[in-house]
């Protein structure tokens, strides 16, 4: 396996001159770029394409280079009874990450497209991209050992070594991993819904191979196995239907003219809806006098919107609402209070009081 010191020489002099090359080009598109946002997009672009072409280059350079040198072809460990050589991985490596790349520019460039044209929502879009990925670096695995004539029979003792791995070690990550399709493809959730996992509310980001990405309200992530969505229960809020019942609780004194109480709820919902295209029209919103609290009379404003990312900020909005005309209209709204009867005091206690 030995390889001419002025090979190697030459060989480092090219090496470092496509990386070099590389450091220029990136360097000159920021320079040029200069902090522009439409640039800043023509920089990253180019970034990109000049990061994959020394890959390839740097691939395609070696493989030309040591195309007559032994120790390219040299057996470097058996898989069965087929040699693996450092020719077979490389020209392997190379299919695998110009597929790769194909399917990136293929998802990014060409799907989206398709998508606007068929006004598919962003959940059937995701699942398609990955379904997409995945078969295509299922085919381009395939591909690759077989066009460096690596027989694919020779791959059933890894099949065997993984089986009994899945079986000893690995019952948690098959299991999230065959989850992950089964989200992909069955969709009970998808990327964009609104769901509530443990009294948390977010919205799925992304289904991954392993765990499912929800960003909550407060700008954080939770990293939920997708096992989990099959096993327990998850509420989703865009579930087939985005539309949704908000509820609005209120409570007035004791006293209180309960059907005036009903007309201003009514019109709090009314006057949310002009300026709000979420809040529905149909069905009505319905006032329900809940029940005659400790402290007030209960009631609750029924309204419903088609936005469930909205409930918090039409919650919040409609209270305003509420306490304004509320205030207009001389509407009290209680606290709570405690009336303490004092029946009988000790006798002993009423003289130190006389005294």
Not at 66 to 74: A, K, Y
Not at 112 to 117: H, V
Not at 214 to 235: A, R, W
Not at 243 to 266: F, H, K, T, W
């Amino acid at each position: 396996m030995y390889v001419p010191e002025d090979s190697l020489i030459v060989f480092g002099i090219v090496l470092i001159g496509i990386i070099f090359v590389r450091w220029m080009l990136v360097a000159s598109l920021k320079r040029w770029s200069n902090k522009d946002p439409d640039r800043m997009k023509v920089y990253h672009i180019g970034k990109s394409i000049a990061n994959w072409l020394m890959i390839y280059g740097t691939l395609v350079y070696v493989l030309f280079y040591f195309r007559t040198s032994d120790w390219m072809f040299q057996s470097l460990f058996s898989v069965g009874s087929e040699p693996v050589s450092v020719f077979l991985i490389l020209i392997a490596v190379l299919i695998i990450l110009l597929t790769s790349r194909v399917s990136s520019l293929v998802r990014r460039y060409i799907f989206p497209g398709i998508y606007k044209r068929y006004e598919l929502d962003r959940g059937v879009q995701f699942t398609f991209d990955k379904a997409f990925h995945y078969v295509v670096m299922v085919l381009a695995i395939v591909v690759s050992l077989s066009t460096v004539g690596f027989e694919l029979s020779a791959l059933t003792v890894f099949a065997g070594v993984v089986g009994v791995g899945i079986g000893f070690g690995m019952q948690n990550i098959a299991s999230n991993f065959i989850s992950g399709i089964i989200l992909l493809f069955e969709r009970p959730i998808k990327v964009g819904d609104r769901v509530i996992v443990d009294d948390i509310i977010g919205d799925v980001e992304r289904i991954n191979m392993r765990a499912t990405i929800i960003k909550t309200l407060d700008n954080e992530h939770i990293i939920v196995p997708n096992s989990y969505f099959l096993e327990e229960q998850v509420i989703n809020r865009s579930y087939s239907d985005k539309v949704m019942r908000l509820v609005i609780p209120v409570g007035v004194a004791y006293g209180s003219d309960v059907q005036l109480v009903r007309e201003l709820l009514l019109q709090v919902a009314k006057d949310e809806a002009e300026v709000s295209p979420s809040v529905r029209g149909l069905p009505e919103p319905f006032v329900n006098f809940k029940e005659f609290g400790d402290s007030s009379l209960n009631f609750e404003l029924f309204v419903w919107i088609s936005d469930p990312t909205l409930v918090i900020k039409l919650r919040s909005a409609m209270n305003f609402r509420i306490d304004e005309i509320f205030r207009k209209h001389n509407v009290e709204i209680p606290f709570p209070q405690r009336d303490l009867h004092v029946r009988s005091i000790d006798a002993s206690v009423t003289e130190q009081w006389t005294k």
